[in-house]
């Protein structure tokens, strides 16, 4: 069982909606991240919040935009989406610092119409 | 820079037969490896992971995998496959620790389709 929790699990959204992903871990990770998937693809990494400070962001466009609150949370902030947004955006978690194994959500698919 | 790379983009095996999934990993600095499970519909499940030690690894659903750093390999094997195994299976490698890694994320390879006939 994971113990990243994702909300919603779906997300259907016009373009000119804003909306939030959410994430919540409770295992004491200090390392927090944002991947992208799209269908029959491997999850791209989008970015990566080390104890509560952003410190990798992939070239991503400003209309996704991360939140991490405190240590347990991150969230993610949508708005003026295009439909190639529709994807599956996973969340997952980390000790940090060298402790590397990551674990994911199961994961929020997001529908932009 | 790390990739990782899953030569086989599909494998179909026969119920109860074993099933090896490759992947081949290159990168300038040592590196931890992970295998993925991937349900339909579902998020990524950890198998396993070689940090380092034993180079032969056990995850769960009686998955292993053995890491060959000559050849770069990290293959994961299972003896008898079932029904409920089918699903799509992701390569990742990170930095390792003793190479600055913190929170770097994972480099993933395309994955592998397994599919199981009866």
């Known amino acids: 069982d994971t113990e990243v929790t994702q909300t919603p699990k779906h997300l259907v959204m016009g373009m000119t909606n804003k909306k939030s992903l959410k994430c919540e871990q409770h295992m004491g990770h200090r390392a927090m991240y944002w991947y992208k998937q799209k269908a029959k693809k491997p999850p791209e990494l989008m970015f990566v919040y080390s104890y509560e400070k952003l410190s990798i962001n992939e070239s991503v466009p400003s209309r996704f935009s991360p939140e991490c609150p405190n240590s347990s949370l991150l969230n993610l902030h949508l708005h003026a989406l295009q439909p190639e947004d529709s994807a599956l955006y996973l969340c997952?978690?980390?000790?940090?610092?060298?402790?590397?194994?990551?674990?994911f959500g199961e994961g929020s698919w997001l529908t932009v119409v | 820079a790390q990739s990782v790379t899953q030569l086989d983009s599909q494998v179909p095996v026969f119920e109860e037969a074993p099933v090896e999934l490759r992947c081949n990993y290159s990168s300038s600095v040592s590196v931890y490896l992970f295998w993925y499970v991937q349900y339909p519909n579902q998020g990524l499940q950890l198998l396993l992971k070689?940090?380092?030690?034993?180079?032969l690894v056990k995850g769960i659903n009686g998955f292993e995998a053995e890491f060959n750093k000559s050849q770069t390999s990290f293959h994961l094997r299972k003896p008898s496959v079932h029904i409920s195994d089918t699903a799509e299976y992701f390569c990742?490698?990170?930095?390792?620790?003793?190479?600055?890694?913190?929170?770097?994320?994972?480099?993933f390879g395309k994955g592998t389709h397994l599919i199981i006939q009866p």
């Open positions: 070689y940090l380092s030690g034993s180079t």
């Open positions: 997952a978690s980390s000790a940090g610092q060298g402790r590397n194994t990551i674990y």
């Open positions: 990742a490698v990170t930095p390792g620790v003793h190479s600055g890694g913190g929170a770097d994320g994972l480099t």
